[in-house]
């Protein structure tokens, strides 16, 4: 069966550290891998998305950034840390998304990042 | 930018009750999905439907979708106190990534 581990699952960081959050994926291949950010009571923001291995689509501006080494492994880095970092940061995965999908995105348990 | 936007905000409801949340959308969809989040947790799915279908059951849940309104609708039957969380639409407008609205909160009393 297919699994996503994401981790650490809190984090508590200063401001301008750096930041690496992993996250890797078992029992599939080639999925599409996300990082989406969740602020306190708000909705999901889509940061990256990867449809394939070295290949990263940002949807957001901003200090973050995203590298996919191996097919089922997406990671989340940061170079200084901003306090506007702080949130719920989930990844995810999908497969065959679009018209024809049976199948939604399967989350993470998430890391709950504060900047001090 | 959101594309679903839930309403209401927050419900609150006693056990038995039956839970309905709605989802406008603002484009063209492939299709919406339904998700559920647990307070400090990720998010499960729990349904998708088409762009072609109208309705859909899965166990206690029923979704609607109304593409000329472009809107959904959430139907929890009988709700238990398990059923607290936060109920999130997503839409899939066949660019790879799914777009989710700000959620519901339910809270089912015992």
């Known amino acids: 069966s297919q699994t996503i581990h994401q981790w650490p699952a809190t984090l508590v960081q200063p401001v301008g550290s750096p930041l690496s959050l992993e996250c890797t994926v078992e029992?599939?291949?080639?999925?599409?891998l996300y990082w989406y950010r969740q602020a306190a009571g708000r909705g999901l923001q889509l940061l990256f998305y990867?449809?394939?291995?070295?290949?990263i689509s940002s949807e957001v501006p901003q200090n973050l950034s995203a590298s996919r080494p191996q097919d089922r492994q997406f990671i989340l880095s940061s170079k200084k840390l901003l306090l506007s970092d702080s949130g719920f940061y989930l990844c995810?995965?999908?497969?065959?998304?679009?018209?024809?999908?049976?199948?939604?995105?399967?989350f993470g348990s998430g890391t709950r990042l504060t900047v001090v | 930018s959101q594309q679903g936007e839930e309403d209401p905000q927050a419900l609150s409801i006693q056990e038995g009750e039956n839970a309905t949340m709605n989802c406008s959308y603002k484009?063209?969809?492939?299709?919406l999905q339904w998700y559920r989040q647990n307070s400090g947790r990720g998010l499960v799915h729990l349904i998708l439907?088409?762009?072609?279908?109208r309705e859909k059951h899965s166990g206690r849940l029923r979704v609607t979708l109304d593409t000329s309104k472009k809107s959904s609708s959430l139907l929890i039957t009988a709700s238990r106190a398990a059923d607290t969380a936060s109920y999130f639409c997503?839409?899939?407008?066949?660019?790879?990534?799914?777009?989710f609205g700000k959620g519901t909160m339910l809270l089912v009393s015992p």
């Open positions: 995810a995965w999908s497969v065959y998304p679009g018209y024809f999908s049976n199948y939604g995105y399967t």
């Open positions: 029992g599939t291949s080639n999925p599409n």
């Open positions: 990867s449809v394939g291995i070295g290949q």
């Open positions: 484009t063209s969809i492939n299709n």
């Open positions: 439907i088409r762009s072609n279908e």
């Open positions: 997503a839409t899939d407008a066949g660019y790879s990534t799914l777009t």
